[in-house]
C-alpha cells in the first residue's frame, strides 16, 4: 500500500505540475481528493489492514494530501498570474 501512496504522490504532482489552467488543475484535484479520488480510496482500503499497519498509513495518506493541497495552492497562485 505504501508503494501505491508513493505513486498516487508522483503522478498526481506531475499532473499538478502539468496543469495548464484552472479547470485543468480542478480536474486533477477532484481526481486524487475529492468524494472517489485515488488518495480516498486508499483511506477507505485500510479497514483491511492489520493494527499495527493502519495509523502508519493513515499518517501517510495524510501527509500526502497535505502536500498535495500545498502543490495545489502553489499552481493555482501561478495559473492566476499568467491568466
Do not use: C, H
Not at 1 to 14: D, G, L, P, V
Not at 34 to 41: D, P, Q, S, V, Y
Not at 47 to 75: C, H, M, Q, T, W
Request: hydrophobic share 35%.
Amino acid at each position: 500500500m505504501k508503494e501505491q501512496i508513493e505513486q498516487i504522490k508522483n503522478a498526481s504532482i506531475k499532473e499538478i505540475n502539468d496543469a495548464k489552467d484552472q479547470k485543468n488543475l480542478q480536474d486533477i484535484k477532484v481526481k486524487y481528493l475529492g468524494k472517489k479520488g485515488e488518495l480516498t480510496t486508499v483511506l477507505r482500503g485500510m479497514g483491511g489492514l492489520s493494527a499495527e499497519e493502519r495509523p502508519l498509513i493513515g499518517k501517510l495518506v495524510n501527509e500526502v494530501r497535505d502536500l498535495l493541497e500545498e502543490k495545489f495552492a502553489e499552481k493555482e497562485k501561478i495559473l492566476e498570474v499568467e491568466a
